[in-house]
């Protein structure tokens, strides 16, 4: 059974930093896209950043690009989600996702539980 498990949500005051991570058990993603999403109360689920086999990274035009940055571990089992200069509208549900043809959708074939990220004001 392929999981993905997310760690490190929490709660932060804004301008703090937090690292998500996401581990992959069941099936390896080497050659795949690893991605994370995000879902604000009231909102639809958005792209966050992603990273596909070749290391090519993929971010979200707007307020992620610049303060959030995704990296995978060399065995590209784990992928993870540094975000610094936190806000509170970066208050979400934070999804990991693997397996993509196209980056920047929502096309993908696993999807973690996500974790909770709370930024305080």
């Known amino acids: 059974q392929v999981q993905l498990v997310e760690t490190g949500g929490g709660l932060v005051q804004a301008g703090g930093s937090l690292r998500l991570s996401c581990a992959a058990a069941?099936?390896?993603?080497?050659?795949?896209?690893m991605g994370w999403f995000r879902q604000a109360p009231g909102k639809e689920r958005e792209f966050v950043a992603a990273m596909d086999w070749r290391m090519n990274t993929y971010y979200r035009d707007s307020s992620g690009k610049g303060r959030f940055t995704i990296s995978r571990d060399i065995a590209k089992t784990t992928v993870y989600l540094q975000m610094n200069s936190l806000t509170p509208e970066d208050t979400a549900v934070y999804y990991c996702?693997?397996?993509?043809?196209?980056?920047?959708?929502?096309?993908?074939?696993?999807w973690g539980q996500g974790t909770q990220v709370t930024v305080s004001s």
């Open positions: 996702a693997a397996r993509s043809q196209i980056p920047t959708t929502q096309h993908y074939d696993y």
């Open positions: 069941g099936r390896t993603f080497s050659t795949d896209t």
